[in-house]
């Protein structure tokens, strides 16, 4: 066994990896940008080495630099995580040549995978069911178009060396095939240096499930079950699950062998994971391998008691595995969600920022949590948004559902937006909870986008009865320790009115023997809780039912957020609450004239000049973040006045870029 192991990686996959080399009993080595000099995998490590500027094409994707460390440091192994080098056969064989061993595939394997097309033709002579489809490479516009009319809209342009969702356009038409290609070419090129484009067949209705395949290098190969990632925005997973509430024993069993097939057709060794597209009478077809570890990984590991970490490391060692497929039993159900730093109000834009508060929920062996990050850290513009993953545990679907709402109710992160509201009101969803889920799922269900959650009237009826016993008690401190004010009659007597908009509710607290009792109108409560003063997180029990809610003190007031929703709310005595009518409402400035950057990124280019007439619809400029291409477009005719910034510019969320006559 290795005795020291280096990750050529960052962020929560680096202490992934670092977590199980420890429980092993091996060393291992970080590496960190300039960027990540303070980063949570540089702290865990044992050792860390500085590789370049903050940029990942000066840093984590320079070869050179990684081979350096390992002989620096005395590192025999590498482990390469997901994303950076983690599919770059080069990187591979440059280890290799330098008699460091890979935790992975071997470079002919990550070669014949590692290509689209290439792999394509390889599933396709191994027995693999394929989606029709052009493999050769697209010349421009043009010929995408010819090609997509020939194969029938819809279409999927893709990229030849494409992953995580970038290089990624469905088309309907000849003008989205254009648009796409251009789009996705200039995507493919920025995140991977390859801007080779293929199109094939869009199955519509379809799900995306994948299989999880392990295998040594003495000949066992093995299929792990199924991971049902449909639930994605813009080709990226948001929600996955295992095993799939969608298949049956006969189509996992005929998936699973096909993956293996396809794996041994290329003499795979390691952890890999074959995805395919499904349909809704469960044909399936081969999408891609992935000859790495996945993100969601965890949930295969959740449901078969496998860390497959340690054995990605026990098969590059040369050890073989101990495991026969008729050992591998899923038991129970793990659902994971992505936590990224998104504002899902303002169409998932990239948040990023210092985590100024930062709380993890705690479960015991039914909440993990996967995250690279700790309370005062930043999420920044160089790498990918990902906050953390919140992996949930139950016997069945139901439950493992029930565990992720409660997680995600008690996951605190303050400092920047995040994805949580929208992640809750997936999992809150009918449509999920009755497992009909495609890849489509979120914009048939999210068609104008997300805007919030809305309160049931149960929930509404909970947050006051939390409001009203919290300001009661903040009021009964400072009566007890200001003798000297005169006693205000609501802080003895728990007459209270919460304010929740227009809406107003007379509440009376009283203390009871387990906690307090709040009678609000014609409903009562009991309500039990160890919460203390300042703490951000209120967990107990609302007659008998287990709730989380998260406070913030805002003003005077408090913003109570629960279940995905937020509510700001004022507690007020009566006359107060008399007075209160009379307070104005400052109204906000008007915008429409201005054209902001929806998020922190660099603007790439401008189409347009002052005194020029623009239609609505007519391109803008492009702002990319996070490696992806954001085409701004004039929502309506009009007539640009000034521009505000220049090509190149680095952009602040909502600055002027372009302001209208």
Not at 23 to 49: P, W
Not at 354 to 368: D, K, Q
Not at 423 to 433: D, I, N
Not at 494 to 508: I, L, R, S
Request: a neutral charge.
């Amino acid at each position: 066994m290795f005795k020291k192991i280096l990750i050529a990686n960052r962020g929560e996959i680096a202490c992934r990896v670092i977590k199980t080399a420890k429980a092993m009993g091996i060393k291992t080595v970080a590496l960190y940008s300039e960027a990540d000099a303070d980063a949570l995998h540089v702290r865990m490590a044992d050792e860390a080495v500085a590789i370049g500027p903050a940029a990942a094409r000066d840093s984590y994707l320079v070869i050179e630099k990684i081979v350096e460390a390992c002989k620096a440091t005395g590192a025999e192994a590498v482990h390469p995580g997901y994303g950076f080098l983690s599919e770059n056969m080069k990187f591979a064989e440059a280890l290799k040549k330098a008699k460091i061993a890979f935790i992975g595939p071997d470079p002919h394997a990550i070669h014949a995978m590692g290509d689209k097309i290439e792999s394509k033709k390889l599933a396709k002579e191994a027995g693999v069911n394929m989606v029709p489809g052009f493999l050769d490479v697209i010349k421009d516009g043009d010929h995408a178009v010819k090609i997509a009319r020939e194969i029938g809209y819809p279409v999927m342009v893709k990229a030849s060396a494409g992953g995580g969702g970038k290089g990624m356009r469905v088309a309907y038409n000849d003008a989205e095939t254009k648009d796409g290609f251009r789009s996705a070419t200039a995507e493919a090129k920025a995140s991977f240096g390859d801007d080779r484009i293929f199109i094939e067949k869009f199955i519509e209705e379809p799900r995306h499930i994948e299989i999880q395949v392990l295998a040594d290098g003495h000949g066992t190969c093995l299929y792990l079950g199924e991971r049902e990632c449909s639930i994605q925005r813009r080709h990226q997973k948001v929600i996955e699950e295992a095993p799939s509430p969608f298949l049956d024993e006969k189509t996992r069993a005929a998936m699973g062998e096909q993956a293996v097939a396809l794996a041994k057709a290329v003499k795979y060794k390691s952890a890999g994971t074959v995805e395919f597209i499904v349909d809704g009478k469960r044909n399936f077809y081969f999408l891609e391998m992935n000859t790495r570890l996945q993100v969601e990984h965890p949930v295969t590991e959740m449901v078969t008691g496998l860390d497959l970490v340690e054995q990605m490391i026990r098969v590059a060692a040369g050890e073989k595995l101990k495991l026969k497929q008729a050992d591998v039993k899923l038991k129970g159900w793990a659902i994971e969600a992505r936590v990224y730093a998104e504002d899902p109000l303002r169409n998932f834009l990239p948040s990023t920022g210092r985590l100024v508060r930062y709380r993890e929920p705690v479960g015991g062996s039914s909440v993990r949590v996967d995250s690279g990050v700790y309370e005062g850290a930043e999420i920044s513009m160089f790498y990918d948004p990902m906050i953390a993953k919140l992996v949930a545990y139950g016997p069945d679907r139901r439950a493992a559902t029930q565990t992720m709402r409660e997680a995600l109710d008690a996951f605190y992160i303050r400092g920047l937006n995040h994805n949580m509201p929208f992640l809750s009101a997936l999992m809150g969803h009918e449509r999920f909870a009755a497992g009909r889920l495609t890849t489509g799922f979120i914009a048939e269900e999210f068609p104008d986008g997300f805007h919030g959650v809305d309160l049931k009237p149960e929930a509404l009826s909970d947050l006051v009865a939390v409001a009203a016993v919290i300001h009661h008690r903040y009021e009964l401190r400072a009566h007890e320790r200001a003798p000297h004010f005169q006693a205000n009659g609501s802080a003895v007597a728990g007459k209270w009115v919460v304010k929740f908009g227009a809406d107003k509710h007379e509440a009376t607290v009283a203390e009871t023997a387990a906690g307090f009792a709040v009678i609000a109108g014609k409903t009562s409560h009991e309500l039990v809780s160890d919460w203390k003063l300042g703490d951000v997180l209120w967990r107990g029990r609302i007659d008998g039912r287990n709730i989380t809610v998260q406070i913030d003190r805002v003003g005077t007031g408090y913003r109570l957020t629960y279940a995905g929703a937020q509510a700001n709310i004022l507690v007020l005595s009566p006359r107060a609450a008399e007075l209160d009518r009379h307070m104005l409402v400052k109204q906000p400035p008007d915008m429409s004239k201005f054209l902001l950057s929806p998020m922190p990124g660099l603007l790439v280019s401008l189409a347009v000049k002052e005194g020029q007439e623009v239609k609505a619809g007519e391109e803008l400029c492009v702002v990319e973040a996070m490696k992806m291409m954001n085409i701004l477009k004039a929502e309506r005719d009009g007539t640009v006045g000034k521009i505000a910034a220049k090509a190149g510019d680095s952009l602040s969320v909502d600055q002027v870029i372009v302001e209208f006559a």
